[in-house]
T-cell receptor, first 116, second 110 residues
Framework: EAEVAQSPRYKITEKSQAVAFWCDPISGHATLYWYRQILGQGPELLVQFQDESVVDDSQLPKDRFSAERLKGVDSTLKIQPAELGDSAMYLC??????????????FGQGTRLTVV | AQRVTQPEKLLSVFKGAPVELKCNYSYSGSPELFWYVQYSRQRLQLLLRHISRESIKGFTADLNKGETSFHLKKPFAQEEDSAMYYCALGTTSGTYKYIFGTGTRLKVLA
């Protein structure tokens, strides 16, 4: 069964360093999402792509976070410089279409980031 | 404002007892509601969606637009139902996106 792949699974980085996460969505899924999940909270949308275009990045802290999906397939989320408050689980998800009719989002295993 | 509220962080029930996980939403458009579940050491996955009106693993949820609720119910809880449950709202106006609640941890006690 096709799954969303994320790497790395775990990342420990020092404050002020750069860190990057990678996501490979299910083949054919046009919509890709990056979520941040802080312990004890639900996933919060950071950025959403439709193919290679950003359609929502209203909650992305653009002074330090960037995301790209150059060929409309896999995606990278970068943080530079990392801050202590960035410690969280970063989830990638993909869906076949941009919503409607109960479109299901499929999630990856996530990357657990710890900033020390 | 678009918001999903799950008032209970933790719900403990005994095996065989009925379960109801509460979910309320705030959305001015036509909502699409989902329940996602995360079992221990597994990824978040869809449990059910209101549009299908289906029953998955004995769970059902009815969208009540008057009360803006989408509570998840099961008549007889099983130990394997122990997991984290998230209610999610799909916004149908503008860019479609999923807004998640804070989640409820269900513990089914033997």
């Amino acid at each position: 069964e096709a799954e969303v792949a994320q790497s790395p699974r775990y990342k420990i980085t020092e404050k002020s360093q750069a860190v990057a996460f990678w996501c490979d969505p299910i083949s054919g899924h046009a919509t890709l999402y990056w979520y941040r999940q802080i312990l004890g909270q639900g996933p919060e949308l950071l950025v959403q792509f439709q193919d290679e275009s950003v359609v929502d990045d209203s909650q992305l802290p653009k002074d330090r976070f960037s995301a790209e999906r150059l060929k409309g397939v896999d995606s990278t989320l970068k943080i530079q410089p990392a801050e202590l408050g960035d410690s969280a689980m970063y989830l990638c998800a993909s869906s076949l279409a941009q919503g409607g009719a109960g479109t299901e989002a499929f999630f990856g295993q996530g990357t657990r980031l710890t900033v020390v | 404002a678009q918001r999903v509220t799950q008032p209970e962080k933790l719900l403990s029930v005994f095996k065989g007892a009925p379960v109801e996980l509460k979910c309320n939403y705030s959305y001015s458009g036509s909502p699409e509601l989902f329940w996602y579940v995360q079992y221990s050491r597994q990824r978040l996955q869809l449990l059910l969606r209101h549009i299908s009106r289906e029953s998955i693993k004995g769970f059902t949820a009815d969208l009540n637009k008057g009360e803006t609720s989408f509570h998840l119910k099961k008549p007889f809880a099983q130990e394997e139902d122990s997991a984290m449950y998230y209610c999610a709202l799909g916004t149908t106006s503008g860019t479609y996106k999923y807004i998640f609640g804070t989640g409820t941890r269900l513990k089914v006690l033997a």
